[in-house]
């Protein structure tokens, strides 16, 4: 080994001239070299949202994220975001425990007299309240996800919510492991996007272009297995002139990863 500290006799300092380099770290070195690993406190990024149950009047008090404090880590190629420190997907449903009516956030206000009647007549008489716990698991999230696709099913909701609800529920169901539970719900994510283009004005959904919900539907096809239908629905949006660039660029990237078997 090369004398690396050959000259230290000028500092008075020649005593360590044969100190070994890299000494084997302690764990108090290493406590002292590393960042402490910092605590997630999930109470840090919830809040609790009131509404007023537009079926029987009674205040719903439902944990909601504060999804501004929360860093996008990722962004499927379906669509699905992937935030940290926790998943915002898990709370996006609100039940009122006392009649049963259950719906997504932003759906949850949104109720005509004749959808009230309904909720009434089929979910409430037989509805039993369920406890869960204030930081919620991917099973309790999905059973949330079922209630409020339940309710959308009832309350004769457009094609394009339910259609929505199911999109969600898939992406729960795959975060879960349960790959034939996720087909099931893309294939009626499907179902409902291609009822909502024939039968709904734009925005669908009040959020989406026909652009956006074609691609969903490319999306649902490779989910559930159909290919060369999701590459003919990619196909159709890369030469289509309607398409937003980034849109375009998102379909052309999917259906070069479905050529090379990838996603």
């Given amino acids: 080994m090369p004398d690396l500290f050959k ?16 000494e084997k ?21 919830l809040y609790d949202k009131k509404y007023e149950c537009p079926v029987c009047g009674a205040e719903v008090s439902a944990t909601t994220v504060r999804t501004t404090k929360l860093r996008l880590v990722k962004e499927g190629f ?22 049963g009516y259950s719906a997504l956030q932003r759906d949850f206000n949104k109720l005509r007299d004749s959808q009230v009647d309904l909720i009434k007549k089929n ?14 698991d991917v099973p309790s999230a999905i059973e949330r996800y079922q209630l409020a696709l339940l309710n959308a099913i009832v309350k004769n909701a457009r094609s394009s919510e339910k259609a929505y609800i199911c999109l969600k529920m898939g992406w729960l169901y795959r975060e879960n492991g349960d790959a034939d539970s996720e087909k099931g719900c893309f294939k009626e994510a499907y179902t409902g996007f291609s009822a ?11 959020v989406f272009d026909e652009s956006t919900v074609t691609y969903f ?16 629905i990619l196909s159709k949006l890369i030469v289509s002139r309607n398409v937003p660039p980034k849109l375009r660029e998102r379909a052309r990237e999917l259906k070069d990863l479905l050529q090379s078997g990838g996603v």
Avoid at 10 to 21: A, H, I, N, P, T
Avoid at 217 to 223: D, E, I, K, P
């Fill in 196 to 206: 909502a283009l024939a039968k709904e004005q734009t925005p669908i959904y009040g």
């Fill in 78 to 99: 379906d669509f699905r975001k992937y935030y940290e420190p926790i998943d915002p997907l898990l709370y996006d449903v609100v039940i009122c425990g006392k009649c």
């Fill in 25 to 45: 770290e302690t764990k108090d070195d290493k406590g002292e070299n590393s960042k402490e690993e910092k605590k997630i406190n999930p109470e840090d990024y």
């Fill in 217 to 232: 539907l490319a999306v649902c096809c490779y989910v559930t297995g159909d290919i060369d239908m999701s590459r003919q």
């Fill in 7 to 22: 000259g230290l006799e000028r500092f008075g300092l020649d005593s360590y001239k044969d100190v070994s380099l890299y």
């Fill in 123 to 136: 979910i409430t008489p037989k509805f039993q309240p369920a406890e869960y716990p204030r930081i919620l």
